[in-house]
């Protein structure tokens, strides 16, 4: 079921880096219109499996991640219809495609455990799944940033230049990206807090329930991630840390964010083991 | 039906030459009716430009109109022929439409890709179709000529690059602060060269721009002469320094004004706001250390004039696409054109079955009542249109391929079978009509024949 999209997304992602390089009118509209019917399939995938188990696939690290992708697509399409700037595609595009060969080689499927119903845990899910999305952004955004700033830095005004948006912009975009993702992954860790305090009630003999503590691998990342992107949203700018060392930091954050999305999920599950 | 240029340019001829030969000075109008009255071509269209003056037309006879339009052109002006010749050119049906699709893609102009010419290629054509001098032929390879202009513009770097050092200064802000609308600029000295850089920024909407000079006199000219711009004594420096975003530095010291430490302490109170400092003096002004600064964007002259050459370098490398892209849009007018040649026969072939339709109707006509008389005359119409419609496309398609035998032998064969007149259209009106009709959707208001 997940194989669809891959494969879609792949078209894009070349479309969108062959794009980049040559700047044919063409080959973006195809770009784009790949994309999107990337996103359709995806959306349909993701229904089916909704009907199938009664609510967004999210329980397990496969549709997990899949539903991330699909996230990550949508958010970036809208970017793209927003500022009529198709140059990010060729970095987020690329991500995409390659987080979602995960849930095609490695399909599970969705189960319905009693311990995993309620409305909280639909919201934790997926507020940091959205958070996850805007973070991805960010640190695309940061990339360029950092590439165009160099290429400006040394006087060498070559393929980068040409091809993407103003510093300022790309800057302001990057800023935007991490508010929305922070107040997303707040929300998302105060209401797995709330609905683990319920859990320990009503599935008290659960081990998996017993081991939601600060010492958990996965609970402790986010912790620090979360001390991260507030540092960059309340306090960076404060002292001197915008443009270039913003984009580091959003890099930074993300590259926790994925660690905590694929490796620790993976080989330390601990408490997220579902 | 042919096309043919003649014209002069920066190619062929000086620049007092083509002063003498603009066509600005009487206007395009004049020059259109002018032309137009000496009856040599169909339609006719007027490029002018400071470095061309070319005159496209769409004619019968070349050897004839080629004679007309070189006499037009030294007559209009008052050039003598003799003088002029020399430096025409001329070009025939496909040619012409290469030469005009480089041009409205910057390939022809002086500065390899500069943009305006499409705009002027486009009020050339406005100018024709205001006048009702440009007809179907005209008009469609001015079109094709846009969709080549811009199809370069979109797929090529031929255009992009600054290719002078304040257009260059200026790229590079906008690349750095996005709309520099809202932003501050503070030019320290009160020279030439200062005061261009800040012409040009003052060109982007920028919010504010202040002069800074060691002579308070010397800062208030230049501000006035800029306008809009404010003067500020010397003593205010630091401050300025604090608040601007751009700053252009061109004084005639002979020690740098601005060192690293120096630029550190304006750098401290912005944080993270940037500062792109142009320092365009000899000797510079500003250490060439302070651009290591976190957000500090240092260029000097010689880093803005390697940018130009890099821009007009890379220019150079598109050119080769862009060609290649003039040659496909080429190709693609030329199936356009040879499909006209099969609307000669097309038109013959209606005239034949309307002339059968009316006759028909005629003797029927006295028979019948006016509102079924009507009924019939629009079924009978879509009848007839209906039929022909395939052949029509087919005989169009086959033009287009090009295969002048094949075209000539089914065209020998229709004119055998229906015994066709030998019509040639006698309008250029009749011919658009012709090749843009369609069977229109049953029922629609109905045309009275007859009595």
Same mark, same amino acid.
């Given at each position: 079921m997940e194989f669809g999209p891959l494969v879609v997304y792949l078209a894009a992602a070349v479309a969108y880096v062959w794009h980049f390089a040559r700047r044919q009118r063409g080959v973006g509209r195809a770009a784009t219109a790949a994309l999107v019917a990337g996103v359709l399939w995806h959306t349909f995938v993701i229904g089916m499996q909704t009907m199938e188990?009664?609510?967004?696939?999210?329980?397990n690290q496969s549709s997990l991640i899949s539903t991330f992708v699909w996230l990550l697509g949508v958010a970036y399409f809208c970017t793209e219809l927003a500022? &009529?700037?198709?140059?990010m595609g060729a970095f987020i595009v690329p991500l995409m495609a390659a987080l979602q060969s995960i849930p095609a080689f490695h399909p599970v499927a969705e189960e319905r455990a009693?311990?995993?119903?309620?409305p909280l845990f639909q919201v934790h899910v997926s507020s940091l799944l959205f958070a996850y999305a805007s973070f991805a952004l960010a640190c695309m955004i940061g990339v360029t940033y950092v590439l165009l700033f160099k290429e400006i830095k040394a006087k060498h005004l070559g393929f980068f230049y040409a091809r993407l948006p103003s510093l300022q912009v790309l800057d302001s975009m990057n800023q935007m990206a991490i508010v929305v993702g922070w107040i997303f992954l707040t929300i998302g860790m105060v209401s797995g807090v709330v609905w683990a305090g319920q859990a320990q009630v009503?599935?008290?003999?659960d081990s998996r329930v017993q081991s939601?503590?600060?010492?958990d691998p996965k609970i402790f990342v986010a912790l620090v991630c979360w001390g991260i992107y507030s540092f960059q949203v309340f306090a960076a700018r404060r002292i001197g840390w915008g443009g270039r060392r913003s984009a580091y930091l959003s890099a930074l954050g993300f590259a926790i964010v994925l660690l905590n999305l694929v490796p620790i999920s993976y080989f330390l599950p601990g408490s997220h083991a579902f | 039906m042919h096309l043919l240029l003649v014209g002069i340019s920066h190619r062929t001829a000086p620049v007092d030459l083509r002063e003498r030969v603009d066509f600005h000075a009487r206007g395009l109008p004049a020059a259109l009716g002018a032309l137009a009255q000496r009856?040599?071509?169909?339609e006719t269209a007027v490029l002018s430009t400071c470095n061309r003056a070319e005159l496209y037309v769409a004619c019968e006879h070349l050897d004839h109109a080629r004679v007309e339009l070189v006499r037009f052109l030294s007559e209009f002006h008052g050039v003598d022929g003799v003088e002029l010749k020399p430096h025409i050119y001329e070009s025939v049906d496909l040619d012409v439409a290469q030469h005009l699709f480089r041009v409205a893609a910057g390939l022809d102009s002086l500065v390899v890709g500069e943009p305006q010419i499409l705009g002027q290629v486009k009020d050339a054509h406005a100018a024709a179709v205001t006048a009702k001098t440009a007809g179907p032929v005209l008009n469609r390879l001015f079109h094709f000529s846009f969709g080549a202009g811009k199809r370069v513009r979109a797929e090529t770097? =031929?255009?992009?690059?600054?290719?002078s050092v304040s257009f260059a200064a200026v790229a590079l802000a906008r690349k750095i602060?996005? &709309? =520099?609308?809202g932003r501050s600029v503070l030019v320290v000295g009160a020279g030439e060269m200062g005061k261009l850089t800040a012409l040009h920024m003052k060109s982007q909407g920028v919010h504010r721009v202040t002069i800074i000079s060691r002579t308070m006199g010397h800062a208030a000219r230049t501000a006035e002469a800029i306008g809009g711009a404010s003067a500020a004594p010397w003593e205010e420096l630091d401050d300025l320094l604090g608040t601007s975003d751009i700053v252009i530095t061109a004084t005639g010291?002979?020690?740098?004004? =601005?060192?690293k430490a120096h630029v550190e302490t304006i750098m401290k109170p912005r944080r993270s706001r940037a500062l792109f400092i142009i320092d365009i003096a000899l000797p510079r002004d500003?250490?060439?250390?302070?651009?290591?600064?976190?957000?500090v964007f240092l260029y000097n002259i010689d880093d803005l004039q390697a940018t130009v050459q890099e821009n007009l370098a890379r220019r150079g490398n598109e050119v080769a696409r862009a060609e290649a892209i003039v040659a496909e849009e080429v190709a693609k007018f030329n199936l356009w054109l040879r499909s006209r040649g099969a609307i000669p026969t097309v038109v013959a072939l209606r005239q034949r079955f309307e002339d059968i339709r009316k006759a028909e109707l005629q003797r029927l006509d006295y028979r019948l009542p006016t509102d079924a008389r009507a009924r019939i005359d629009e079924v009978t119409r879509l009848i007839v249109e209906k039929l022909l419609l395939t052949p029509t496309e087919q005989l169009k398609a086959l033009g287009a391929t090009g295969d002048v035998e094949q075209l000539a032998a089914s065209t020998e064969t229709l004119t055998r079978l229906f015994d066709l007149?030998?019509?040639?259209?006698?309008t250029t009106e009749e011919l658009e009509r012709e090749s843009s009709e369609r069977v229109k959707?049953?029922?629609?208001p109905s045309t009275k024949t007859g009595r």
């Open positions: 188990s009664g609510h967004v696939p999210m329980t500022s &009529d700037e198709r140059a009693a311990i995993l119903q309620g009503y599935a008290a003999g939601m503590s600060l010492a | 009856g040599s071509a169909r770097a =031929l255009g992009s690059g600054a290719v602060f996005g &709309d =520099l609308k010291a002979a020690a740098p004004i =601005l060192t500003v250490e060439p250390a302070a651009g290591e600064i976190e957000q007149a030998p019509a040639q259209p006698s959707p049953f029922p629609r």
